[in-house]
Structure formats: C-alpha cells, structure tokens
C-alpha cells in the first residue's frame, strides 16, 4: 500500500545491507512513522512482544525472518531448534506465528547448515509473496459481498461496514484481510462507508485503521467500542468483516477481545458477520476454540492507562483507573462459529464449518 504516493510493504529487507530486517514501529502510529532496523532474532522477538509489528499474518513473516538473522550467527542443528522455540513463544494466540515458524523448520532442518542462512531468507521471502497474493483474493472474494450489497441499493447511501481491531495493510504483509475487500470496493467506485472500532485497551482501530482507509481516502468513522449495537439496531450497519488471529476446523473465530460482543449483537440484528483469513491462520489441529484457543493475557497497564498526543504533538500515556484498582487484560476473544456468517478465504467464500473448510481445503489431511 502506499503511504505519501510511495509503495511500502509492513515488513522488508533493508536495502542497504541487504540481510536486515525493516518494519514500521506501529506503537507509534498514528502520529509517527519510523523505520525500525531489525538485526537480531531478539530484537525481533521484541518487536513481536511489544507490538511494533503485530497482526498474525505478520508476525509470522517478521518471525520467519527471525529465524534466518538467528542462523546467520549460528545455524546449527541446536541454534534452528532453540532459536525457533524462542520465536514461536512471543505471542500465543495467533497460530500464523506458530505456523511460520513450522513452516521454515520443515524446510531447513535436513539442510546441511552451510545452506540454511540463504534458504531461510528465500523462504521467508515466499512466506511474504504468498501472503500478498492470499490477501488479494481475500479482497477480491470479499468485494463481491460489497458488490452485492450495493448493487440492492435503492439509493445512494454507502455500503456501511463494521470493523473491529486492525485487520488491514499493516496486519499483514499487504493488503490486509478484512480490509482487502474494503480497499477493492472503495477502488472500483463503490460507495463505502467504515464504522471503525476503537478497540480499546491498544486502539488499534482509532490508531491503525483509522490512519489506514485515511490515507487510501476512504471514509470511516470512528466509534466507542460499545457503539456498535446500538448502530446495528437502527440499521447503520450492513455487514461486519473482522479478521482473526486463529480459526478452528470447525470454524470457531479467535480475534481481538470484543469480537464475540459484536458477533452477538450482529446476530441479534440480522446483520451479516464475516471473517477474512488467509488459510495460515487455520489450526486445523483444534476443533473446539474456547476451551483450547490459548488467549494471551496482557499487561494491566495498557488497561489502566492510554497513550495518545497533547495539543503540543508529544506522546503521553495518562492513568485512567484509581490508584490500587486491579486491572485485566484479556488481548482475545473465541466467537463460536455459529455466529459466524462466513468465512472469506483465499480461494472463496465458506461457511464457518468443518464441511465449509473441508470443502475448501479438501487436501487438508487432519479432518478426521
Ligand atoms: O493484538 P494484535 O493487534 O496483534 O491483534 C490483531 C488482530 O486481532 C487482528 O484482527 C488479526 O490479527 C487479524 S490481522 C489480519
């Protein structure tokens, strides 16, 4: 996507050296944009922990690339494995990272090690190229929902859609997942109009998605997380399309905390409610998402307190809570799949259940 007319990706190798690791620090988006130069596996567990990069199909990349500075120190047989383990252990809940990390094992592990640096960077490199392509006929599968919304209009108002968290560009390698579709209608013409949820306790819709369709120059709205209901009772509210950190085989959806309150409120509204996935984001390994999705618990602080820019443009966090009150901070939520409309994937659209992605991914051997 660009930024200012230039064309960047979330994640890149620096062009100068030609082995380091770019990435935008999206702490702090919206109000600065600064390129963060990644030269070690640490520091790029550090990223993930802290969330300069976050959004799973990009943390699985950034990961991946983790791995291949990890072995230009070391790549033996005991630097792969512990190196990996550490990576794949900075975040829980979204399975791209585990599945990244997999990924890159599988291929390097019989490699003599001489070898393993170059083939590590080659297949991060595809891991990042597929993720793109994925995303982009997420967004093309998904812009029929659009089209088809819009073409049953008797006026001129916009397609009104709901989103919640960050599931856009920045999320991903490009495009984004639930924002793919967003950017194709907006693109072609149609009319679109993006109700956008704050998604407190990090904001990341206020902050990245908001910053995200402004620069693309489509027109949303932000909004309190709690107002989502209440827009869907009165009818301003034509679909929801989230994205999700991990999907079960049987189409349970694990996404940013708060995802399953608006699933409810969608049901209860009759109004549509889709999930953009790249097919890496499905564990196919877990049938049932609340009781084995793990679902990361994070620092009461960003509970108690926000972060945000006074009038004299310097960044300040400021205490919300009274001293001494406790604080939690659950970073995810399961909606069960019956929630679910369905799910936009890169080869079409499904029902959120085991016979929807068995139908879809018929070469996926752990149906059982
Ligand atoms: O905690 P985050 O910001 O990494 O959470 C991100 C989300 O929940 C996104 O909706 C999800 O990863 C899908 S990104 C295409």
């Given at each position: 996507?660009?930024?200012?007319?230039?064309?960047?990706?979330?994640?890149?190798?620096?062009?100068?050296?030609?082995?380091?690791?770019?990435?935008?620090?999206?702490?702090?988006?919206?109000?600065?944009?600064?390129?963060?130069?990644?030269?070690?596996?640490?520091?790029?567990?550090?990223?993930?922990?802290?969330?300069?990069?976050?959004?799973?199909?990009?943390?699985?990349?950034?990961?991946?690339?983790?791995?291949?500075?990890?072995?230009?120190?070391?790549?033996?047989?005991?630097a792969?494995?512990?190196?990996?383990?550490?990576?794949a252990?900075?975040?829980?809940?979204?399975?791209?990272?585990?599945?990244?990390?997999?990924?890159?094992?599988?291929?390097?592990?019989?490699?003599?090690?001489?070898?393993?640096?170059?083939?590590?960077?080659?297949?991060?490199?595809?891991?990042?190229?597929?993720?793109?392509?994925?995303?982009?006929?997420?967004?093309?599968?998904?812009?029929?929902?659009?089209?088809?919304?819009?073409s049953?209009?008797?006026?001129?108002?916009?397609?009104?859609?709901?989103?919640?968290?960050?599931?856009?560009?920045?999320?991903?390698?490009?495009?984004?997942?639930?924002?793919?579709?967003?950017?194709?209608?907006?693109?072609?013409?149609?009319?679109?109009?993006?109700?956008?949820?704050?998604?407190?306790?990090?904001?990341?819709?206020?902050?990245?998605?908001?910053?995200?369709?402004?620069g693309?120059?489509?027109?949303?709205t932000?909004?309190?997380?709690?107002?989502?209901?209440?827009?869907?009772?009165?009818?301003?509210?034509d679909?929801?399309?989230?994205g999700?950190?991990?999907?079960?085989?049987?189409?349970?959806?694990?996404?940013?905390?708060?995802?399953?309150?608006?699933?409810?409120?969608?049901?209860?509204n009759?109004?549509?409610?889709?999930?953009?996935?790249?097919?890496?984001?499905?564990?196919?390994?877990?049938?049932?998402?609340?009781?084995?999705?793990?679902?990361?618990?994070?620092?009461?602080?960003?509970?108690?307190?926000?972060?945000?820019?006074?009038?004299?443009?310097?960044?300040?966090?400021?205490?919300?809570?009274?001293?001494?009150?406790?604080?939690?901070?659950?970073?995810?939520?399961v909606?069960?799949?019956?929630?679910?409309?369905?799910?936009?994937?890169?080869r079409?659209?499904?029902?959120?259940?085991?016979?929807?992605?068995?139908?879809?991914?018929?070469?996926?051997?752990?149906?059982?």
């Amino acid at each position: 996507m660009k930024i200012d007319g230039v064309s960047y990706r979330s994640v890149w190798i620096n062009e100068e050296d030609g082995w380091s690791v770019n990435i935008f620090d999206q702490t702090l988006f919206p109000f600065s944009r600064n390129i963060l130069r990644l030269t070690t596996p640490d520091d790029v567990a550090h990223a993930i922990r802290s969330m300069q990069v976050r959004g799973a199909p990009l943390i699985g990349a950034v990961a991946a690339y983790g791995l291949a500075l990890a072995l230009r120190n070391n790549a033996s047989d005991h630097a792969l494995e512990t190196q990996a383990a550490m990576l794949a252990a900075t975040r829980p809940t979204a399975i791209n990272l585990r599945w990244a990390i997999d990924r890159l094992l599988t291929y390097l592990r019989p490699l003599p090690e001489q070898e393993r640096v170059k083939a590590a960077y080659a297949e991060a490199g595809k891991i990042c190229d597929e993720d793109v392509a994925q995303n982009e006929a997420i967004g093309r599968h998904g812009l029929e929902l659009i089209r088809d919304i819009a073409s049953k209009r008797k006026n001129q108002s916009p397609v009104n859609i709901l989103t919640h968290c960050n599931a856009g560009w920045i999320a991903t390698v490009d495009w984004g997942t639930a924002l793919a579709p967003i950017y194709m209608a907006h693109d072609e013409g149609l009319k679109v109009h993006v109700w956008v949820d704050e998604t407190r306790p990090r904001n990341q819709g206020a902050a990245l998605t908001a910053w995200e369709l402004g620069g693309h120059g489509v027109p949303h709205t932000v909004i309190a997380d709690n107002a989502g209901g209440h827009l869907m009772q009165h009818g301003q509210v034509d679909l929801v399309i989230v994205g999700t950190d991990r999907v079960t085989r049987t189409g349970d959806v694990a996404n940013k905390i708060g995802s399953y309150l608006k699933a409810l409120a969608a049901r209860d509204n009759n109004v549509p409610f889709w999930v953009a996935l790249p097919s890496t984001t499905i564990d196919w390994t877990v049938s049932d998402g609340v009781k084995e999705i793990p679902i990361e618990e994070r620092s009461a602080s960003e509970v108690t307190h926000i972060a945000g820019r006074t009038a004299k443009g310097e960044i300040t966090s400021v205490q919300l809570v009274p001293d001494g009150s406790k604080a939690a901070n659950p970073a995810f939520d399961v909606t069960p799949a019956r929630l679910v409309t369905g799910l936009i994937t890169e080869r079409g659209c499904c029902p959120a259940t085991t016979e929807g992605l068995r139908a879809m991914f018929p070469e996926n051997q752990l149906f059982v």
